[in-house]
């Protein structure tokens, strides 16, 4: 377990110390989807949804999200978050919605966890606001698709 770094070397969860890290800008993007029946995306599609403006919402619950993280995964340092970006796309192919986060930060840790937890909030929500069509919508395939910053450097899935 000495490899995971929010294990100590007896095997118990701690918060890594990051005080001796270098403070660099770091960015993360994540990605996921909401596939859906074509009834319930056509409902989003043309605005007709009953609870309102879905991506509209969704958006705004994913940023949230993001600020929230720290408090929902417990050993997540609270940061200071300099930007939050969530793109709401409905894909005609899927069908669905394509869900995407980029936040940025300046500081002694990465952003992973921020953009991932952005991502499922803005899924949620979407999933959330047309339940009452479809309850048989998927959330899937959320994922980081971009770190960038820190001694680990850059990573972009292929």
Known sequence: M???????????AHMVDVSEKSVT????RAAGHVK??????EIISEGRAKKGDVLSVAR???????????TL???????AISKVAVDL???????????EATVKTTGQTGVEMEALTAVSTA?????????AVDKAMEIGNIRVILKDGGKSGRYEAS
């Open 25 to 28: 800008s770091r960015v993360a």
């Open 123 to 131: 899924a949620l929500t979407v999933y959330d606001m047309v339940k």
């Open 89 to 99: 796309t409905l894909d005609p192919d899927l069908p669905g919605v394509q869900v």
């Open 36 to 41: 859906m029946a074509a009834e319930t995306f």
């Open 2 to 12: 000495a490899d995971l770094t929010h294990f100590d070397q007896q095997g118990h």
């Open 60 to 70: 705004l619950a994913g940023i949230m999200g993001a600020k929230q993280t720290s």
């Open 73 to 79: 995964i417990p050993l997540c340092h609270p940061l």
